[in-house]
């Protein structure tokens, strides 16, 4: 059997009910609902029985019990765990934030497009290649600065500037390294 498990006697379980009791009140008074604050009190029971065992390695007296939640926060402190706990949500959306699809658009589009020229897909002729990138560039910038817009808006919801910038950048770049190499040859 757990002993975390094992029964307690009454008059050994006491100190631990009324400090139970003090934290639910507070948890009570804070809003939080009463599924929630039956999770928070069986956690903190276990716990100071899991001490308490370990502490002793037989079946812990009331003192022990006593001495355990002396050392343990004042059940007021869970009165501060209302605006821990907001903070610690915002900081977990901030964190789950989303790449922007449109700055993966940005990026992905140009890459796409040169692949494209290799396959039997691929415009014929100069003037429709010509264009087929003049197009290909133009709907990657669009997406890119769309991105950073939405991104700069709302920096806790999207992610990926760098990759808006890279999905402008990349088409040109590729174009201007593709230039300078046949001007040198």
């Known amino acids: 059997m757990n002993h975390t498990q094992s029964k307690l006697p009454d008059e050994v379980r006491s100190p631990l009910d009324e400090y139970l009791d ?5 948890l009570a008074e804070t809003g939080i ?4 604050r039956q999770n928070i ?3 903190v029971e276990a716990q ?6 370990e502490r002793t390695g037989t079946q812990p007296e009331r003192q022990d019990i ?3 939640i002396a050392e343990l926060d004042d059940p007021t402190a869970y009165r501060d765990r209302d605006e821990t706990t907001a903070a610690a949500d915002s900081l977990l959306k901030t964190t789950q934030s989303r790449r922007h699809p449109l700055a993966m658009t940005a990026l992905l589009l140009p890459v796409a497009g040169l692949l494209l020229i290799f396959t039997p ?3 014929r002729g100069e003037s429709f290649t010509y264009a087929w990138f003049a197009i290909i560039g133009f709907l990657s910038i669009v997406c890119a600065g769309l991105a950073a817009r939405d991104i700069r808006l709302t920096p806790e919801r999207y992610s990926g500037m760098g990759i808006a ?3 402008a950048l990349f088409l040109p770049v590729v174009i201007l390294a593709t230039l300078f190499v046949l001007q040198i040859t």
């Open 22 to 26: 003090a934290i639910e009140q507070v």
């Open 33 to 36: 609902s009463r599924s929630e």
């Open 41 to 43: 009190c069986d956690e």
């Open 48 to 53: 100071v029985l899991e001490m308490a065992w």
């Open 66 to 68: 006593s001495a355990i």
């Open 121 to 123: 897909l691929a415009p």
């Open 165 to 167: 910038i890279a999905g």
